[in-house]
T-cell receptor
Framework: EDKVVQSPLSLVVHEGDTVTLNCSYE??????LLWYKQEKKAPTFLFML????IEKKSGRLSSILDKKELFSILNITATQTGDSAVYLC?????????????FGKGTKLSVKP | EAGVTQFPSHSVIEKGQTVTLRCDPI?????LYWYRRVMGKEIKFLLH????????ESGMPNNRFLAERTGGTYSTLKVQPAELEDSGVYFC???????????FGAGTRLSVL
C-alpha cells in the first residue's frame, strides 16, 4: 500500500533554532513530492520537488528530494514563532488520478519565544 | 485573486441526517479535488473532477457520499445518511492543470453526533 511517513510527529524548539523535518515515502507511481504549511486552516503550498538533489529554497526554508532513498527533508533556519504550524508532506501518485496526493500525518512544529 | 473557499466552516449534525458541503475553486481551475482527514489520521484523497467530469472517485468511502460539480464550477459533497465515522475535516483543493500545484481551502469540519 502506498504510504508517506513523516517524522517527528511533533517538535518544540526555541526561536533561532534550525529544524529538519523528514518525509519518507513508498509510492508505486511517484511523480512529485510537495510540502505544505498548515497554520489554522488551509494548507498553503511551500515546495514541489520532482528531481533528486536539487534544493528548492524560499527565504529561511529549503527542501531537497532523494528519489533513490525515497525521502525528502524540509529545513527551516533561524526559526521564528510564525513558523509554528503543521508541516504536511504529500506525494503525487500518477498511477491513479493525475494529482492524487498521498499525505503523511504531518509534523507539528512549535517555536517558543 | 480569491482562493479556494469552502462552506460551511463547521457543521454539527446527528447520525442519520444529511449534510452538503460546498467548495468554490479558484476561478479558471478545471481540476477540483476532495480530501478528508479523520482525527488522528492523515489527509486522504476522496475524488477528483476535471471540469464537470469525475476523473477518479476511488477514494470515496461508500455510496452514502455523492459529489457533484454541475457546470464545472463549484462542487458539492453530500453525505446521506451521515454516520459517526464520517466526522472529520473535509478539504477541497483546485489546480489549473493536473500537473500544477493544488491549492487548498480551509476545510469544513463535520461533526456527526
Amino acid at each position: 500500500e502506498d504510504k508517506v511517513v513523516q517524522s517527528p510527529l511533533s517538535l518544540v524548539v526555541h526561536e533561532g533554532d534550525t529544524v529538519t523535518l523528514n518525509c519518507s515515502y513508498e509510492v508505486t507511481n511517484f511523480r512529485s513530492l510537495l510540502w505544505y504549511k498548515q497554520e489554522k486552516k488551509a494548507p498553503t503550498f511551500l515546495f514541489m520537488l520532482t528531481s533528486s538533489g536539487i534544493e528548492k529554497k524560499s527565504g529561511r526554508l529549503s527542501s531537497i528530494l532523494d528519489k533513490k532513498e525515497l525521502f525528502s527533508i524540509l529545513n527551516i533556519t533561524a526559526t521564528q514563532t510564525g513558523d509554528s504550524a503543521v508541516y504536511l508532506c504529500a506525494v503525487e501518485n500518477y498511477g491513479g488520478s493525475q494529482g492524487n496526493l498521498i499525505f503523511g500525518k504531518g509534523t507539528k512544529l512549535s517555536v517558543k519565544p | 485573486e480569491a482562493g479556494v473557499t469552502q462552506f460551511p466552516s463547521h457543521s454539527v449534525i446527528e447520525k442519520g441526517q444529511t449534510v452538503t458541503l460546498r467548495c468554490d475553486p479558484i476561478s479558471g481551475h478545471d481540476n477540483l479535488y476532495w480530501y478528508r482527514r479523520v482525527m488522528g489520521k492523515e489527509i486522504k484523497f476522496l475524488l477528483h473532477f476535471v471540469k464537470e467530469s469525475k476523473q477518479d472517485e476511488s477514494g470515496m468511502p461508500n455510496n452514502r457520499f455523492l459529489a457533484e460539480r454541475t457546470g464545472g464550477t463549484y462542487s458539492t459533497l453530500k453525505v446521506q445518511p451521515a454516520e459517526l465515522e464520517d466526522s472529520g475535516v473535509y478539504f477541497c483543493a483546485s489546480s489549473q492543470d493536473s500537473w500544477y500545484i493544488q491549492y487548498f481551502g480551509a476545510g469544513t469540519r463535520l461533526s456527526v453526533l
